[in-house]
Antibody, heavy 119, light 110 residues
Framework: EGQLVESGGGLVQPGGSLRLSCAAS????????MNWVRQAPGKGLEWIAH????????YYADSVKGRFTISRDNAKNSVSLQMNSLRDEDTAVYYC????????????WGQGTMVTVSS | QSALTQPASVSGSPGQSITISCTGS?????????VSWYQQHPGKAPKVLLY???KRPSGVSNRFSGAKSGNTASLTISGLQAEDEADYYC??????????FGGGTQLTVL
């Protein structure tokens, strides 16, 4: 059916940077929009970024706009999230997810990668 | 933008039905039939249960159903089973190319 595998999480100091990657397999990657969703410890889900199939359309939540950059490489079946100027409140599990933007169905999720921002 | 409002917890006995509400505003739930629901078991990734308010992906049990009235969407689970014990999240398009999730509801099967 399809699989997503995130990587790149870890411990970073406030103000630092981290790059997350998500490898896709089992589906035609360049036919699907991709998103990142995060979940702070013990908290709910928060949508943070969207990228269309050809990277022509990109959206961000206000909480990360100007600090995070989503990108994709269709040749490598991967999507990335470059996170700069990290804050304590960015501590969360970060999920990449395949989405049908027209129906708002996040139908495939990765297992998540933990990002901890702490000094 | 604030999260959609869901009850923090609901509970029910096996075989019963429960309903989880998801209240937004005219800017999100009230304006778009783009509401989806997700089930998340502890330590696991979310799983889509419903999209476009009432549609079920293939493989999702018909015990899960959705509805919407005004600014409030709802998820009903009928014939509760022990495996339904999980966290549930609603999600809505919020205009301006943004998406908003609910705060989540913890379902306990007694």
């Amino acid at each position: 059916e399809g699989q997503l595998v995130e990587s790149g999480g870890g411990l970073v100091q406030p103000g630092g940077s981290l790059r997350l990657s998500c490898a896709a397999s089992g589906f035609i990657f360049n036919s699907y929009n991709m998103n990142w969703v995060r979940q702070a410890p013990g908290k709910g889900l928060e949508w943070i970024a969207h990228i269309s199939t050809s990277s022509s359309t990109i959206y961000y939540a206000d909480s990360v706009k100007g600090r995070f950059t989503i990108s994709r490489d269709n040749a490598k079946n991967s999507v990335s999230l470059q996170m700069n100027s990290l804050r304590d409140e960015d501590t969360a599990v970060y999920y990449c997810a395949r989405v049908d933007w027209g129906s708002l169905a996040f139908d495939i999720w990765g297992q998540g990668t933990m990002v901890t921002v702490s000094s | 933008q604030s999260a959609l409002t869901q009850p923090a917890s609901v509970s029910g006995s096996p075989g019963q039905s429960i309903t989880i509400s998801c209240t937004g505003s005219i800017s999100d739930v009230g304006s778009y039939n783009l509401v989806s629901w997700y089930q998340q078991h502890p330590g696991k990734a979310p799983k889509v249960l419903l999209y476009e308010v009432t549609k079920r992906p293939s493989g999702v049990s018909n015990r899960f159903s959705g509805a919407k009235s005004g600014n409030t969407a709802s998820l009903t689970i009928s014939g509760l089973q022990a495996e339904d014990e999980a966290d549930y999240y609603c999600c809505s398009f919020a205009g301006s190319s943004t998406i908003i999730f609910g705060g989540g509801t913890q379902l306990t099967v007694l």
